[in-house]
């Protein structure tokens, strides 16, 4: 359906009746008209500030018309490949601008982005494209080891391409074709693909508490609601200069700050998360915000050359994926003293953002998440789905509003879960103080959070329970002064059978990322248990607590 389509009397009779028919046929001819999708992001900054720098990768600039005629570019690639309404087009690369062309062009194509995490091993990653059946895959050069071995075990895969970016002088094969020479023969000018707030444009894999990752599908009206609650809740200004430092296929970074930032006008600088590397891009490029977890905070407060930059021009400081130790947030707000700093949480499904420590109430909550964002509603629940409202008790953080994700694809049961009574349930579980602002005080689900990423303990404990001598493991999350939590095994041997911490830790390193190693193996004669035979993970995490502190 288009304006160009002359009206028939059938198209009339829905101008005079309110109805779901009237409604839908309103909506759709008038969709380029009152539409709000991200595909018109770009077009609507690039409108206001066409001559503004938008992206600035190495030795490249784009300025926002330019943005915006390469974004449209890679549309009509992707839609000249055959891809469709809804297929999945998936990406394995670092912060680059075809990563970002490729995110906004699959937005404005109507497709759905598909960003890989790189620290996952091939087989994973092979598994993420065939659950997804994604028909393009963009791969980097530096990152075609990852899945050189399984490119004949993805049969979804119609299209290839090839992201140069030095690490290699041509691509690996002749089945890729080369990212710049393939959309660079496009025209610029935008589709006609009708393009709805309520459309899925991206997916991403989270692993929870099971061995196989879940696919969460989120929709136009999810980002973008989020979109205005960060910018609202966070501060965000056009004029702010932003250091993009972690990685851009997690939500974190691509959704709560450098997408918004793309809508309001500023500038956003895409680096990789060495630290520095990112205390050297603050300063060059005098960033006024940057967002790391704590780890990444630690280590520029660490750094040898810290007070050798001057980051005066940082104003905004913001921190998320993990809990920031108290003394670590005191030090920032004293060596960056012109700075705020907020804290962010929330989860993949949420899109990510949930509830805001803003910057005012930083020291006055110490060690608190905050509130729910502008969008976002917040309560605590018991274990029959009964709101809590007693200050102190602990329960499950639930979460309503546009932020929530559509479905957790191909996995109904799972949804339904998620969503039961009304709200969205994070598996973490808080405590509310008399002001109603949390605090994230466990995991319902069994899941350690190390350095910001998200490991399920059922896959390392199968991974150790392939030593034929190992008798039970419990794998736990223990403090640790750099990653926060360190994947930690507790190991009971069977009788009579010895083994060394060394032994299973490169049998972990055959069957799991490196983030997902345990960083120590304790060997111990029993685990802790309930009458019923449950192990007790808490009791571990109290008496191993201090492993790391020497």
Known sequence: MSLDTPLTDADRANYNFITKESVEYLVNRYNKVNRWVIADMTRRTAYRYPDKPAVVFRDTTLTYAQLEGACNRVANALVDLGVQKYDRVAILAHNTIDHVLTWFGCCKAGAVYLGLNYMLRGKDIAYCINHSESNVFIVEDALYDLVKDVLDEMPSVKAWIWSRQGARTEAASDRFRD???????YPENELETLLRIEDPVQMSYTSGTESLPKGVILS???????????????????????????PLYHCAQRDVFMTPLFWLGGTNI???PEVGQILKSIAHHKATMFFA???????????????AYDLTSLRKCYYGASIMPVEILKELLEKLPAAAVWNLYGQTELAPLHTVLKAKDAMRKLGSAGMAGI?????????NLQAICRPGAPGEICGKGPHALTMYFKDPDKTEEAMKGGWFHSGDVGIMDEDRYITVADRKKDMVKTGGENVSTREVEEAIYRDPRVQEVAVIGVPHPKWIEAVTAIVVPKSGCAMTEQELVKLCQEY?????????VVFVSALPKTPTGKILKRDLRVTYGALFDG
């Open 179 to 185: 990212f710049e020479t393939w959309y660079q023969g």
């Open 220 to 246: 136009n009206q999810a980002l973008l609601s989020q979109y205005m609650s960060c910018i609202v809740d966070g501060q965000y200004s056009e004029e702010d200069v932003q250091v993009n430092a972690l």
């Open 375 to 383: 969008n976002m509603e917040t309560r605590l629940e018991d274990a």
């Open 512 to 520: 799991l990322a490196g983030f997902k190693v345990p960083k120590r």
């Open 293 to 307: 977890p704590p780890t990444v905070w630690i280590g520029m407060l660490r750094h040898p050359d810290f007070a």
């Open 270 to 272: 895409l680096i990789g």
